[in-house]
């Protein structure tokens, strides 16, 4: 896995945080930077975070599943992009306040980093330098999510299922590729 799909699968994972970051930023009157940065940072935090728990898993059982691998990656990220594309579709919207203490932030940020464990476990098969992968994770993660809490605060909703159906078939792709250039088909 390249530098460049690394990057394309953290601007992924962060989907649903930029969705949530939208929200929140809706239920701001008054936006400062303080807010953006301290949501930038949760969500930033819990994306590098996940993945790295999901890597340590992985490695822990990769000798068991070394040829199956690729299956597994495809399998994984398919499930997370289509549960996104999925979920892109429903139309109940979550009661966020305007709160960006730990009490309100850790589930928000939490929910949002479970399908990068996953892939975590997938970079674990790939063998993907993780400390690389989830700094550029957790950057990118906390870049998006500034940009939605400000695009949620001027523009509101108009985004946020569009954010998360792209990043789900992002996700869905990236699985694609790496059975078929396993299977080498590609």
Known sequence: MNNIEIFIIGVSLAMDAF???????????????????????????????????????????????????????????????TNMIKDSFLSDKENLNQNINFKAMFPLALATSIDALAVGITFAFLKVNILFAITVISITTFFISIIGVIIGNKVGNKFEKRAEFIGGLILVIMGLKILLEHLKII
């Open 19 to 81: 969705a949530v970051a939208i929200c929140k930023g809706l239920s701001f009157r008054k936006l400062n930077i303080k807010n953006c940065t301290t949501i930038g940072i949760y969500f930033g935090i819990f994306q590098g975070l996940m993945p790295l728990i999901g890597f340590v898993l992985g490695l822990s059982f990769q000798e068991i599943i070394t040829k199956i691998d690729h299956w597994v990656a495809f399998i994984l990220l398919s499930v997370i992009g």
